[in-house]
């Protein structure tokens, strides 16, 4: 089960989140929904609620910055700095290669039970996936580069990342699309066609 995924920037400097999504809740905030009394006040249910998408806000972000800090130090230790990367990747040079890495986060930091994150990053679009620590990784790393695919298909987002803020409803339709509610599926050929012939005839209605 994929928890959440985010996209976001890479360059050195603050890091910013351009999406994210989450699928579920984790065991605290549904702890916090149920034990609330079914007469809770409106109000007292608004300030919940703001409260969670303040607090996954600030995971999403605490994320990112643990992925842009990683491609970072790659980069540094490949001898090419970001900025040089997405110069060669601007004119298409055929050397420029994404970068991926996974690393554990432990319970509580940020999430309430631990996970792991498969990132995949290139010029300054880094795109992750926030897993339960139990999940098939190799499949994880499989739907996260479909993931980097079809978004560069369809937004050139590895290329221009601020067409994701632009274009949220097609980011969203790809990502629901390639992870329904945050389920890992395993894809062939056969389906993978599929779903790209869906994906265009959505896409290109909106």
Known sequence: MVYAFIAHS???????????TTFGLEDSQTVNYISRPSDVDSESKHDTGKDCRVERKEQMSSVARQVQSEFSFRKAVLGCSVEDDMLRHSIEDPTVKSISGC???????PFVTEKIVLWQGIGNLGLSLVCEKYENRLQAEAILKLLARYLQEHLKALDQPQEILLKMDKVAAIVHHILPQGQLLF???????????ELDNMINSK
């Open 10 to 20: 890479l360059l050195p400097g603050t890091c910013r989140v351009l999406y994210s």
């Open 187 to 197: 894809m062939n050929n056969t389906v993978v066609k599929q779903i790209e012939k």
């Open 103 to 109: 690393f554990r986060l432990p319970a509580g930091d």
